[in-house]
């Protein structure tokens, strides 16, 4: 079955940097476009980036771009994203997407950037 586990996340101070990684496994990974999304407390679900099958293209929500990458390995099967620059607004919950029909996506991993 399809799993889409993620890692990475932690407490880190304004400014820093944290690289979040998403392993997949039941599907063809080098077919399909990924994505990160993040929830905060009391807010929706938002976008944070995507990147297409091949790694070739990738799109960003203006609030992460210029300070997050995201990439990935097909290899490897895994997604993904380099955060520099935190603010404390950066603080959510990460989720990692996989984009296709049946919309997967995994269990999250927290992110918090204090002040």
């Known amino acids: 079955q399809v799993q889409l586990v993620e890692s990475g996340g932690g407490l880190v101070q304004s400014g820093g940097s944290l690289r979040l990684s998403c392993a997949a496994s039941?599907?063809?990974?080098?077919?399909?476009?990924m994505s990160w999304y993040r929830q905060a407390p009391g807010k929706e679900r938002e976008f944070v980036a995507s990147?297409?099958?091949?790694?070739?293209?990738?799109n960003y929500a203006d609030s992460v771009k210029g300070r997050f990458t995201i990439s990935r390995d097909n290899a490897k099967s895994t997604v993904y994203l380099q955060m520099n620059s935190l603010k404390p607004e950066d603080t959510a919950v990460y989720y990692c997407?996989?984009?296709?029909?049946?919309?997967?996506w995994g269990q999250g991993t927290q992110v918090t950037v204090s002040s």
């Open positions: 990147i297409s099958f091949a790694g070739v293209n990738t």
């Open positions: 039941g599907f063809i990974f080098s077919s399909y476009a």
């Open positions: 997407r996989q984009n296709g029909r049946m919309d997967y």
